[in-house]
């Protein structure tokens, strides 16, 4: 606490936020040297909305109401604001009036109503009372205040209102539900869809830092935009020229007459701040920095980039980059080409988000090449700011693309990544390829905490929000070219139709490895099989039932352009339900003869893709056909547990830090009870530390019981874990203790255990690990050497679906002995699911639970038996995780 007895300034409350129209703000706790800002906000207001917040005229401020507005203890007394370019436009404050209840007030200057800003503040103030032990906001409405009385209806708590004395009294119970964190995530993906919208639909644009020199940065980001077509205003932005490229230039954006948009910004990485506040000035909604100089030239250009991107964030604006290659929107109503490549695909129905600056023109140039054509484009250089999950938010409602790809290079934020992308993969396909995949290496212009994640649990993490991952850039294209123009198939099984018997060999052994299935290998046509020949027998591979997709491969002994047989398979593909991918003539894409125009003169549904090799499209069919298999799964709900108590596993969670305040393992009747609190009961067992007490435990649990080594050093060694079994009488008892003794030593250095023997069943262990990146991870797997030695686990981020269990059960390769092996009993999988949960809903819940591990647990044909757990707690911010209850974007 602080010398006034309220506590300490609460840093981990300060955020930035997304407007609904897409302009940001920084948000904040009020300080006392606040004064003059409030006084000032006030002064911006108008006399109604000052009469709506204290229900009199109020005209000004005095000194009394400055002083105790700003002075807050931030516990019973709490007000946050919203600033823009350091000026307050909003403010919102509680004031506690009972031992869980407080009455909430808001104020929004006129000129900023309507942004959202006071649905932004309520999630923030509610989060903040959330961690100061209130249940309950109470305000009080004029009538007439009809937005405010929107903010608390619409808010998705608990709301219950009604009028007293002509005043509508609110009661919000403002625990999180389901319906608030909807209505959140829904503002969330309008305010940041929003944001990248302003960023790709320009209506004019500013080069800053355009040369006259034609080897420069700035004169060939002129040259693009206007050789390129774009339709607004072009400006460029050099003080020692009146033209760049054949547009007026201007000493500073300052300078231009007209409204600007768009500033993308080459100039030396020291000079951006200040074009950072002239763009702001003069009212530019985003920045695009392809200057280099940042993050990735070491500390003092790291320091750099956070500066770029708070400046930029605190006057409003967003940003791409720095190190950016820029951003193309093909729409014909804009043909903007703001980035330094001079190859541009054309119009298409793909997505594609790069991190790679330098790798962004040669995914231009090949995405040409390949006859691909792109809706919007953006290289997000060093992702200071807009990441993939902005351009996810966006891409969801673009009606002009129809795939995403991604090329990544770090994630940022992977909680939020899943959220968006599993609703995203609902909708459209995500096809991502990831750098540093085996490595974990991050290029050093990001900055992203480090993790310790292993790679399978983080392709997981892609699995389970229906991303189709592939392996490298080409199989992205090869996945995205069929995706792009074909239907989706709906099972495995594959005709092969072809003039070359090698290549129909090739493809069927790809198909076997790839999990695909050829059913339908019809005797390879001559090599001279004519037009005809191709059309009948792809008629006759696409009518059957049997077969999901088809793969054609089309070779010619002599010179010939094979257009004939183009056409016919051109005609077969044409509004046939069932995926074709050829090998034509070698060729890699969409090449132009199987190609089908829609009604904009863009390649479209129907154009068929072409491979170099048949195993690279049947590689391309089995990833559709995975896609095709998730998004056709049920979605699964998040169950409901009986038995849990969150609210009494938190008071265990704080009396054990506060015992050990830099963290622990707890065991013993602390850690029963801390699992109880998610109905997980452990397997009936008492700590020994004589035979004689052995002997009583034994007693006590009715005999038939082991004694056990549980020291730490031990519990890697489950060989060692249990050495005695079905001791039934005191005399067997004398005898293992004295073994255990002469294997481990005294049971004050080893740690003995009495445990009731548990029924038959297969060993396995559930596990949980709290990631700085990724939050929490939930692993699952069979108990012993062979699941160590060869990585048999299958990992999930919480909150698990029912799907989401049964998979990870079934997922992995011992999974058939769970399922009657050799004629083995059949676990009761449904209890062992169920045991997963509770264990995830535990680490969701609370984020000082860095590991907990279930194991062994024994799954038998009657339920699970837990014959031992582990947890560790670690003290947290109380804003850990950056994907709870209230947005904010991730910190620079």
């Known amino acids: 606490m602080d010398a006034t007895g309220g506590l300490p300034y609460p840093a981990s409350w300060e955020a930035d936020v997304v407007l609904r129209d897409g302009g940001t703000a920084a948000l904040r706790p009020i300080r006392p040297d606040d004064a003059e800002r409030l006084v000032a906000f006030y002064g911006r207001v108008s006399a109604e909305s000052k009469y709506f917040r204290f229900f009199a005229p109020y005209p000004r401020l005095s000194k009394a109401d400055v ?46 109503q309507g942004r959202g800003a006071g649905s932004v503040l309520l999630e923030h103030l509610a989060q903040a009372a959330r961690e100061n032990g209130i249940e309950k906001f109470t305000a009080e409405v004029l009538p007439d205040n009809r937005r405010m009385a929107v903010v608390f209806r619409e808010a998705g708590y608990e709301t219950a209102g009604e009028i007293e004395d002509g005043i509508v009294v609110f009661a919000l119970e403002i625990e999180p539900t389901a319906m608030s964190l909807e209505v959140m995530a829904a503002r969330e993906h309008r305010a940041e869809a929003r944001s990248v919208e302003r960023l790709l639909t320009p209506r004019s644009v500013a080069v800053v830092g355009a040369s006259r020199s034609r080897d420069k940065v700035g004169q060939t980001l002129v040259r693009n935009l206007v050789v390129g077509g774009f339709t607004g205003p072009v400006y460029a932005v050099n003080p020692a020229a009146r033209a760049v490229a054949g547009v007026p230039a201007y000493g500073s954006v300052l300078d231009i007459p007209g409204e600007v948009d768009l500033a993308v910004v080459a100039v030396p990485a020291d000079a951006v701040r200040d074009v950072v506040t002239d763009c702001a000035a003069k009212g530019i909604h985003g920045l695009i920095v392809v200057s280099s100089g940042f993050a990735e030239t070491g500390p003092e250009g790291r320091g750099r980039q956070r500066e770029l991107t708070r400046l930029a964030r605190a006057h409003g604006l967003r940003v791409i980059g720095p190190s950016a290659l820029g951003i193309i929107n093909s729409d014909p109503d804009l043909s903007l080409n703001a980035t330094l490549a001079s190859v541009v695909p054309g119009r298409g129905g793909i997505g594609f988000f790069c991190q790679s600056g330098e790798l962004g023109t040669v995914i231009l140039q090949t995405l040409a090449e390949r006859g691909l054509g792109l809706s919007t484009f953006v290289s997000a250089g060093n992702r200071a700011d807009v990441s993939a999950n902005d351009l996810l938010q966006y891409w969801i409602d673009d009606p002009s693309t129809d795939v995403v790809l991604l090329y990544l290079e770090s994630i940022g934020n992977p909680r939020k990544f899943g959220r968006i992308a599993r609703q995203m993969s609902r909708a459209k396909p995500v096809v991502a390829v990831r750098s540093g995949r085996f490595t974990q290496g991050v290029p050093v212009g990001h900055l992203v905490p480090q993790t310790s994640v292993p790679q399978a649990a983080v392709d997981a993490m892609f699995r389970q929000a229906g991303v189709v991952l592939v392996d490298t850039f080409d199989e992205l294209l090869d996945v995205a070219q069929l995706l792009a123009y074909q239907p989706l198939p709906t099972g495995p099984d594959i005709a092969v139709v072809g003039n070359s018997d090698a290549l129909g060999m090739l493809a069927t052994d790809a198909a076997a490895g790839a999990g695909m299935h050829v059913v339908r290998r019809l005797p390879a046509l001559r090599p001279d099989a004519t037009a005809e020949d191709f059309e009948q027998a792809l008629t006759d591979a696409v009518a059957d039932d049997s077969v999901h997709s088809v793969v054609a491969v089309y070779v010619s002994p002599i010179d010939v352009t094979g257009a004939d047989v183009a056409a016919a398979i051109g005609r077969v593909a044409s509004g046939c339900t069932k995926p074709i991918v050829v090998t034509f003539l070698g060729s890699q894409g969409v090449p132009e003869p199987l190609r089908r125009y829609d009604e904009r003169g863009r390649a479209g549904r129907g154009s068929v893709p072409s491979y170099a090799t048949p195993e690279a499209g049947v590689r391309a069919l089995a990833k559709a056909a995975d896609y095709a298999r998730w998004r056709a799964r049920p979605q699964g709900r998040i169950p409901t547990l009986d038995g849990g108590d969150e609210d009494r596993a938190r008071l265990v969670v704080e009396r054990v830090l506060a015992e050990h305040s830099t963290g622990t393992d707890i065991e013993g009747g602390t850690l029963e009870e801390l699992l109880r609190c998610y109905g997980i009961d452990l ?99 069979l108990a012993g050497v062979a699941t160590d030695l060869l990585d048999d686990l299958a990992y999930r981020m919480p909150p698990l679906t029912d799907v989401d269990a049964a998979e990870m059960i079934r997922e992995v390769r011992a999974a058939p002995l769970l399922f009657g092996h050799r004629g083995g009993e059949h676990a009761d999988v449904d209890a062992l699911a169920d045991l997963m949960h509770r264990l995830a809903r535990l680490a969701y819940d609370i984020p000082e639970v860095l590991a907990a591990e279930l194991g062994p647990v024994m799954a038998g044909a009657s339920g699970v038996a837990v014959l031992g757990a582990r947890v560790q707690l670690v003290p947290v911010e109380p804003q850990a995780r950056s994907d709870w209850y209230a947005r904010r974007l991730t910190p620079p």
């Open 683 to 781: 397997w009936p067992a008492y700590e020994v530390d004589s035979v004689d007490a052995a002997v009583t435990a034994a007693e006590r649990l009715g005999w038939d019981v082991a004694l056990k080594a549980t020291a730490p050093h031990l519990r890697q060694r489950p060989d060692l874990a249990d050495v005695w079994r079905n001791i039934d009488v005191e005399a067997e008892m004398r005898d293992a203790w004295e073994t255990m003794v002469a294997s481990f030593g005294a049971p004050d250095s080893a740690g003995f255990v009495v445990q009731k023997m548990a029924p038959p069943g297969v060993p396995v262990l559930v596990k949980c690990v709290e990631d700085r990146l990724f939050g929490p991870i939930v692993s699952f797997g």
């Open 67 to 112: 002083d105790r507005f700003t002075h807050v203890d931030h516990r019973d007394r709490v007000a946050l604001i919203l600033t823009v370019a350091d000026e307050m436009i909003a403010v919102a404050r509680y004031d506690r009036t009972g031992a869980t209840t407080a009455e909430a007030a808001f104020l929004v200057q006129d000129a900023d």
